[in-house]
């Protein structure tokens, strides 16, 4: 006798990195994703926005927090503000309904998106968040300014980029690099990523769950030394 068809599994996506954020809600049947919905996230009002459109996103196709079986939460690089909000929504939502959580690197999402084993999106201040792979080692990354960026022979590969500022600071530190321009990574392209490891059961720990920063904190770069306390 057949067994049973397993239910398919719910699963959200929250992406608030960059310049613009999204919110997504899938459903997975064995390793695929279909993409009910996704809402974009404006104007980098990620705090006052952000839990409200989860849950109007999950109103407007019938279901509750309890329905899910895990949220992808891309966890960076990017705004560090964007990233902060993001992964502070993501918890407190995930411990209210104890669902467990995928972190994922924006970078892996975007190499993945334009099929390319390299990825580099804008950290600006003239500087790139990179993503590097190659065969016999492990894949990386890391922020780059001119002198990094320098120092790194990118020959035979292909580097996937999603805006005309990152275009500009690769072409000039490397002419004869490849390029593949493709859309900016979203959470439904996350949800997609990231169905193999829901399936894998490889959850974060949210107790250790941070951001992917890889740039301190303006106020850490900037702040400077305390001055002198009196007693």
């Not at 590969?157 to 500022?165: G, K, Q, T």
Request: proline share 4%; glycine share 10%; with cysteine.
């Amino acid at each position: 006798m057949a067994e049973p068809a397993q239910a398919p599994l719910v699963v959200l996506g929250i992406d608030t990195c960059g310049p613009s954020g999204s919110v997504a809600l899938g459903r997975m049947a064995g390793d695929e994703v279909e993409v009910l919905d996704q809402i974009q996230l404006e104007g980098r009002s990620f705090s006052t926005t952000l839990v409200t459109t989860v849950a109007q996103l999950l109103a407007r196709r019938g279901f509750e927090l309890k329905n899910l079986t895990a949220i992808v939460a891309v966890n960076g690089p990017g705004s560090f503000t964007g990233v902060r909000v993001g992964l502070s929504a993501v918890k407190g939502l995930a411990e209210a309904a104890r669902i467990s959580v995928v972190a994922v690197s924006r970078l892996e999402v975007l190499a993945a998106k334009g099929g390319a084993p390299w990825a580099a999106l804008d950290a600006h201040r003239q500087e790139a968040f990179l993503r590097m792979a190659s065969k016999g080692w492990e894949s990386k990354e890391l922020l780059a300014g001119a002198g990094e960026l320098a120092e790194i022979d990118p020959t035979g590969s292909r580097i996937a980029i999603c805006d005309d500022a990152i275009a500009e600071l690769l072409t000039l530190a490397w002419p004869a690099a490849e390029q593949v321009r493709t859309l900016m990574p979203t959470a439904a392209d996350a949800l997609r990523f990231c169905a193999a490891r829901i399936l894998a059961g490889e959850f974060a720990d949210l107790a250790m769950l941070d951001g992917h920063y890889l740039r301190r904190s303006d106020a850490e770069i900037f702040g400077g030394p305390a001055g002198p306390q009196r007693l």
